[in-house]
């Protein structure tokens, strides 16, 4: 839906395919919004984008006809690339942005390409340690790349990097850890310990199936489990808990992972680098499971970036029941271990990430607009904090 015609800049983020683009995405949305600006979602038309923007004030949302390139669906991945690329243009021509910032995936090169096409500034962020496709691809088209991780900047041929830290929206906060009233709302018992398993906005079952043949070896534990499973395997894993007669919650998928994080007393998770940064942002001690197909292998080494300075455990996803148990055993029960590992989360956590990149796109907008036209481009790359 368009709004009617504002004085306000108006900035558009395509963020959509996956919770890692989306909500990073939203963190910015909120602090360009706080800024005076109007703001647009490009989403894709996938549940977990649709679910996620529901009932967002002072948010536009506009659904682009997106698909992601898998399984060889070259004709699908290329047919709606066009298509988006021709909606984008139809929707910056009735409303011309200011600003477009492309969060990574495969709703993000249309409109920043349609975008070009009105002179409106571009932007990218990154979240991982290895930039994604979509991202490499657009980086020579932006005005200024933001980056989560600085070891990323080499693998990106923008002309200006800033390294920002992935944003997180502000409801994730290290005062949040055991909070009481997130368990109550994602109806856990308050006086014992949750361990939460999530593989992501669209679940995974490599992980599924590896706490699953874990479960029996933690079946005396009197712990309880959060486990969000991906629409899948949902019923599967259900099942698991319930034949081994465990306290769980299991659900497919959880807008709110705050309330989550918050109630966990441990996590296993997928590396994903807005996960990480959601980890890191509540300090909770957890157990990384990489995706071993990840493209280039980004999740192995953001885990492996946080195992190195003590802020997580690598866990492969071949590890055996007794390895996911005895990790699990240490992460909730050794004192010394979870504080160690608390206070190298805190090296991760970029607080400021979503503030520093709206800045940052008004300041250029700022600066472009006392700027008189330049005569020919500039060249070379400038990276900064």
């Keep these: 839906m368009i709004s009617p015609a504002s004085t306000k800049l108006f900035v558009a983020i395509a963020c959509g395919g996956t919770g890692g683009h989306l909500f990073p995405g939203l963190a910015v949305a909120e602090q360009l919004r706080q800024r005076g600006c109007d703001v647009a979602l490009l989403i894709s038309p996938k549940e977990v984008d649709q679910q996620a923007v529901k009932n967002l004030p002072g948010i536009e949302t506009f659904t682009l006809p997106a698909v992601g390139l898998q399984n060889r669906n070259y004709f699908a991945f290329a047919n709606s690339f066009w298509n988006s690329f021709r909606a984008s243009r139809k929707y910056f021509n009735q409303r011309n942005p200011a600003a477009v910032l492309a969060m990574g995936g495969f709703t993000s090169a249309p409109p920043v390409l349609a975008a070009r096409k009105f002179g409106t500034k571009t932007f990218l962020h990154d979240s991982n340690t290895i930039p994604g496709k979509a991202n490499r691809f657009l980086a020579r088209f932006v005005d200024e790349a933001f980056i989560g991780f600085p070891e990323a900047a080499s693998r990106l041929r923008a002309e200006k990097i800033s390294v920002t830290g992935t944003p997180v929206r502000p409801q994730f906060s290290q005062s949040a850890i055991g909070n009481r009233q997130s368990a109550t709302a994602l109806g856990l018992d308050l006086n014992l310990p949750v361990i939460l398993v999530v593989g992501g906005s669209q679940g995974a079952r490599g992980l599924n199936d590896l706490i699953l043949s874990a479960l ?170």
């Design 216 to 385: 029996p070896l933690l079946a005396e534990k009197n712990w309880q489990w959060l486990h969000l499973t991906g629409a899948a395997d949902f019923e599967k894993v259900k099942a698991g808990y319930a034949k081994l007669n465990l306290k769980a919650v299991v659900k497919p998928f959880l807008v709110e992972m705050d309330l989550a994080l918050g109630a966990a007393t441990a996590c296993v998770s997928r590396s994903g680098a807005s996960s990480l940064a959601e980890i890191a942002a509540m300090r909770l001690p957890s157990a990384l499971v990489p995706l071993p197909t990840s493209a280039d292998g980004h999740q192995l080494t953001n885990a492996l970036a946080f195992e190195k300075t003590g802020a997580a455990k690598l866990l492969p996803q071949n590890s055996s029941p007794e390895k996911v148990s005895a990790l699990l055993v240490e992460l909730v029960g050794e004192v010394a271990e979870r504080s160690k590992m608390q206070a190298a989360l805190a090296q991760w956590h970029a607080p400021q990430a979503a503030a520093v990149i709206a800045k940052k796109i008004l300041s250029s907008l700022a600066v472009s607009a006392r700027r008189p036209p330049a005569e020919s481009p500039a060249t070379g790359k400038t990276i900064s904090a």
